[in-house]
């Protein structure tokens, strides 16, 4: 597919010098939006893929440096298991479907979370869209996968414990920036805002060290429902929050 036409974000009714540098999302609302239609989950799950095609577009177009989506978590091996090997296969054919269209628009394809867990098939096209895109120079889109909060913070905790018992790291040397380079994706920045869509006020283990001064951003939509103008309209609404850091103006 061609390259995607750059949109300045003047056009859509944003101040391009404040831009969010990371959009992170909790996409939520598949199962519902299915459910309220008389079809199964998966029938959801499908329909969400558009959300994440137009959404990856939008930022990618704007020149958003980071996105990171939800995309599956640790708890939601829970779910039946004809439920999980469906969304296993949508995420196998998404990659494998995606990458060149990602390729040309520059896009970096980055994953977090604990991906030894997911089938072998999902890591050999993950594997292949990361290898294939690393040196891309656009957007970065991060998907969270078999990923939860506490536990990267678990498995960081353990990675340096690890170096203090190597004698390669000093206990007294672990601060926050020195416990942060532990973390699954040491050089990205954290997260300026934070969206969860369907209207759910919590932050269901994402992020949980990333995104201690970011700014929320609900909507009542349920993810197939979401679109770039959503996008858009949380972003105009990030613009006008004063960013204090615990500070004071």
């Known amino acids: ?37 008389g079809r199964p989950r998966i029938f959801g799950h499908k329909a969400g893929i558009e959300s994440v095609r137009d959404v990856v577009k939008a930022c990618s177009q704007i020149d958003i440096k980071y996105l990171t989506l939800y995309t599956f978590s640790r708890e939601n091996w829970r779910r039946p298991k004809a439920e999980v090997s469906a969304l296993m296969r949508i995420l196998r054919n998404l990659l494998r479907n995606e990458i060149k269209e990602l390729d040309e628009n520059d896009v970096r394809v980055m994953a977090i979370g604990r991906i030894n867990d997911l089938p072998d098939f999902v890591q050999k096209e993950l594997s292949r869209a990361v290898d294939k895109t690393r040196d891309n120079k656009g ?37 926050e920036d020195t416990f942060g380079q532990f973390l699954y994706a040491p050089d990205v920045p954290d997260p300026d805002l934070l969206i969860r869509t369907s209207g759910e006020l919590r932050v269901s283990n994402f992020l949980l060290w990333q995104i201690a001064y970011s700014e929320i951003w609900v909507t009542d939509l349920l993810w197939p429902d979401f679109t770039r103008n959503e996008l858009f309209k949380a972003i105009a609404d990030f613009q006008k929050r004063e960013r204090r850091f615990g500070g004071v103006e």
């Not at 036409?5 to 992170?24: F, R, S, T, W």
């Not at 078999?146 to 004698?167: C, F, T």
């Open 139 to 175: 957007l970065t889109l991060i998907l969270a996968l078999s990923y939860g909060g506490r536990g990267e913070i678990a498995d960081a905790a353990s990675r340096a414990a690890k170096r203090v018992l190597d004698g390669r790291l000093a206990p007294e040397e672990i601060n």
């Open 1 to 37: 597919m061609a390259k995607e036409k750059k949109i300045h974000p003047h056009e859509v009714g944003l101040d391009p010098g404040e831009l969010p540098q990371h959009i992170a999302i909790i996409m939520d609302g598949n199962g519902r939006w299915a459910r309220d239609r």
